[in-house]
């Protein structure tokens, strides 16, 4: 028998903490939250509204610091980094969709999905071209030249996710990425979301309210009360 090979670590979380001066007063969103997760692992993370779900992906994804405690991700301190410096690296490790998929609108779909490339300086047919070759991996070919007002919600997220991954990230971050979506539309963008990050072999971090679509990831994690905790995925009930 052939031993098995554990995937290196991508991304490690020591003793984070993050507060909210609310007034005089303190918020403590959470505190002393320790994790990894390794490289290819589709890791969810669940909680009650308000458990600081969001807060945390944003400050994995550096968009945000801890008040205390660090994030190492692909081996970057998080705070040894200017903010000029962290975005830097976000902009080339790192992939993000949102509730809302913050398509601009008087754009086309695939000007849309072209657009980090374009803001890195990549030249426009170099950059249109590869956001065609996208559009056609989420499916959307056909749709290319439409406006994001004349696309279907399901649809423009499919946009925002080639978005995401036109830059070759490592790592993928999604934040309630199927929150606005009917149910059967959202589970077809799951279904994408979990397809290409086989495909790529991404890493990839989903905050998400449907239990039926963290049961489906390798792991979970979830935020109660300020604190993590992992819990199988077969043991989430809706």
Not at 71 to 87: E, F, H, P, R, W
């Amino acid at each position: 028998m052939h031993p098995i090979v554990q995937e290196p670590e991508i991304l490690r979380v020591d003793k984070l903490k993050k507060v909210y001066k609310s007034g005089d007063t303190d918020l403590v969103l959470f505190e002393n939250l320790s994790f990894q997760v390794r490289k290819g692992e589709m890791l969810a993370v669940v909680g009650e509204s308000g458990s600081g779900k969001s807060s945390l992906l944003h400050i994995l994804g550096m968009l945000d610091r801890a008040s205390q405690g660090d994030v190492y991700c692909a081996q970057i301190q998080a705070s040894k980094l200017t903010d000029d410096g962290a975005a830097d690296f976000r902009n080339r490790e790192i992939g993000f969709v949102w509730q809302f998929h913050y398509l601009l609108p008087e754009f086309t779909a695939q000007e849309n999905v072209a657009m980090p490339l374009l803001m890195r300086g990549t030249g426009y047919q170099s950059a249109m071209h590869k956001a065609g070759s996208w559009l056609q991996q989420v499916g959307l070919s056909d749709r290319s030249h439409h406006r994001a007002g004349e696309l279907s919600g399901g649809e423009q997220q499919r946009v925002a996710l080639a978005r995401a991954l036109i830059t070759g990230p490592q790592i993928l971050m999604a934040d309630e990425p199927t929150g606005d979506l009917d149910n059967r539309t959202a589970k077809m963008v799951f279904e994408l979301i979990q397809r290409l990050h086989r495909e790529y072999r991404l890493t990839s971090l989903i905050v998400t309210h449907n239990l039926d679509f963290a049961r489906r990831c390798d792991r979970v994690l979830r935020l109660h009360q300020g604190q993590v905790d992992e819990v199988p995925p077969e043991a989430l009930h809706s």
